[in-house]
């Protein structure tokens, strides 16, 4: 089974410049999650998905960030203008369902550096 | 104060030894609790979930203390392998599925 992929890699971009991250989940996986993980710290949830609906994103910070997940596939993340403090690694992770006992599965993540 | 806390070490350890990791979390509606793993610059991966008192897997014991909040690892005879970041998670009663890390535990296993 091909585990939760995740594009770009890496990306090095300037302040207030913008970028978009994309992530595709396991297959038949119905809950999708984008976090943000600080260097040193846990990741922090940033969104959450239920197919195509958002369950969560009360920690998104929506004057810059938005995401999608139109098809209830595949999901991308977006950050317009980015600041010095986004740098961080942006984790997908999904589940097949919500309820207790539905692992979650990371992707590789994105590694954003903003100069 | 953080809903869930970890020491963040690190903890250094000789090959052998036996180590322990505490994790404390404040909402008490939280029904479920993992441990995940993670590498240097790899995604976190899920070494034990724990629903009720405990989990026990080979060299891994997670221990659940409702009474006082805090979930614990043990991991006994360490290897040189287990270095790593230990990050503990939990999981709110609202079934959404989220979870809420703490800032992990980084153990490294000397030889």
Request: hydrophobic share 30%.
């Amino acid at each position: 089974e091909a585990g939760v992929a995740q594009s770009p890699r890496y990306k090095i971009i300037e302040k207030r410049q913008s970028v978009a991250f994309w992530c595709n989940p396991i297959s038949g996986h119905a809950t999708l999650y984008w976090y943000q993980q600080i260097l040193g710290q846990g990741p922090k949830l940033l969104i959450q998905f239920q197919n195509n609906g958002v369950v969560d994103d009360s920690q998104l910070p929506k004057d810059r960030f938005s995401a999608e997940r139109l098809k209830g596939v595949d999901s991308t993340l977006k950050i317009q203008p980015a600041k010095l403090e986004d740098s961080a690694v942006y984790l997908c992770a999904s589940t097949r369902g919500r309820g207790d006992y539905n692992e979650q599965f990371f992707g590789p993540g994105t590694r954003l550096t903003v100069l | 104060r953080k809903e869930v806390e970890q020491d963040p070490g690190p903890f250094n350890v000789p090959e052998g030894a036996t180590v322990a990791f505490n994790c404390t979390y404040s909402n008490s509606a939280s029904q479920s609790f993992f441990w995940y793993r993670q590498d240097c610059r790899k995604e976190p991966k899920l070494l034990m979930s724990v629903y009720s008192s405990g989990n026990e897997d080979g060299r891994f014991t997670a221990q659940l203390n409702r009474a006082s909040q805090y979930i614990s690892l043990l991991i006994r005879d360490s290897k040189l392998s287990d270095s790593a970041t230990y990050l503990c998670a939990a999981r709110g009663s609202s079934n959404t599925g989220k979870l809420i890390f703490g800032q992990g535990t980084t153990l490294q296993v000397k030889p």
